[in-house]
C-alpha cells in the first residue's frame, strides 16, 4: 500500500521560485504577524506572492490579512484566491472557521492532501506561516518538499531563543537552509540575540520593535504596511538578504 | 475537479514503482478509495484514462472502495462513516481535506470529536502489475 500524494507534492511547488517557512521553536512570537507582512511587502515589490497558513489547529493569518469572502475555486485542484494580491491558503476555507481539533497523524494528513492538491502555479514566493515548534509540520516540510528555507523568529527572551537554538540545531544536522533570525517585540537594547545568532553562523536578519500598535493593524492592510515592523521588513528585502 | 489531481499522483507514483521495478509496460493498477473523501469512481476512472502516459496504455486501473471505520479515543466506540448524514458543504469540505471531519462529525456515544480514522481516509495504491 502506497500513499500516491507525496509523489506530486514537488511537482505541484515545482513553478514556485522560492519557499520560505516562517518558523520559531517558541509560540507567540510574531510568525504569524511577520510572515503575513513579509508576503504582503513583497508582492507590493512586485513579485508573485503566495501565503500558505500550515498553524491548522491555531490559523491566523486570515484574521490578519482580513480574508473576508473569498474561497478557494476547483479546477483540476485547488486554486487559492487572491487576497490583497496573495494567493492565499489555509485550511479555514474547510474548516469554515470553526475547532479543528488534530492530533499529529490528522496535521500530517491533512498538510500532505493540502500540498499535492493546491496549485500554485507560477510564484516568485511562498511564504509559509508555521506552528510553533519542531513538531509535525516542520518534519513533514523537511522530509517532503525538495527547496525549503526556513526564516526563524525569536524574542529577546532566553525562553524564546534556547527554544530557537534547538531547532537550528536540527535543521542543520539535516542540511535544510537557514536565512536567519529575526528578533521582534524588542523592548531594549540588548545585544545578545544578536551576538548568539552570529555564534551559531548564521545571519541576524532584523531587530523589530514592540509596537503596541500593531492590534489595530490586525485586519487592515493599510495599517499593517504602515507600522514599523512593515518598515523593517521592507529594509530587509531591500538589504537583498533574503 | 480534485479526482484529477488524484489521478495525476497517482499515474506519477505508479510510473516511479514500474521504474524501480523495470516494468517496461504497466497493465494492471489496483487502488483503493475511502468512504471519507468520497471520490467520485466514475471521474477518477475517466482522469486516469486521460492522463495515461505510453507504458500504460494497456494499463487497466481497478478501483476499490473500502468503508471508513472512525475509532472514538475517549470512549472506545466504533463506527461507520456515512455520507448522508452531512450538509452539502460539510461533505465537499471533508471530500477535500478529509481531516476536517474532526470539526463536524462527533462520536456518536460521547460526543467527542478525538478520534481515529482506522480505515478508509483517502486513496491508496494497491498493487501495480506489468511486464518486463
Ligand atoms: N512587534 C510586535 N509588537 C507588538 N505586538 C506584536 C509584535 N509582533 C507580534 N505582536 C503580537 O503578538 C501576538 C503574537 O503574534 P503572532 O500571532 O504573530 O505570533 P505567532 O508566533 O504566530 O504565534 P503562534 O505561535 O501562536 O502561531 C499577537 O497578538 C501580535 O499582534
Ligand atoms: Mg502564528
Ligand atoms: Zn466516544
Redesign the interface.
Known sequence: MVDPRTTIINERLKRISRIIAVSSGKGGVGKSIVATTLALTLSRSGYKVGLFDLDFTSPSTHLILGAKDTQPKEDKGIIPPVVHGLAYMSLIYYSHDQAAPLRGIDTSNALIELLAVTQWGELDFLIIDMPPGIGDAVLDLIRLVKRIDFLIVTTPSLLAFETVRKQVALLQSVKVPIIGIVENMKMTNAANVRAETGKLGLKFLAEIPYDAKIEEAIGDETKLLGTVLAKKIRQLIASNAL | ??E???A???I???Q??AEKEKLREVKEVTI?VGELQQVEKGILQFALSQLKPTNFKNAKFHITRAKTTLKCRVCGNTWLFKKQKLDK?TAE??H?????A??YIKCPKCGS??FE?TEG??????SIKGAR
Open positions: 475537479m480534485h484529477w489531481t488524484l495525476e499522483a497517482v506519477a507514483t505508479a516511479q514503482i483503493k458543504d469540505a471533508i477535500f481535506i478529509p481531516e476536517v474532526h470539526t470529536p478525538d480514522i481516509r483517502g486513496i491508496w495504491l494497491e
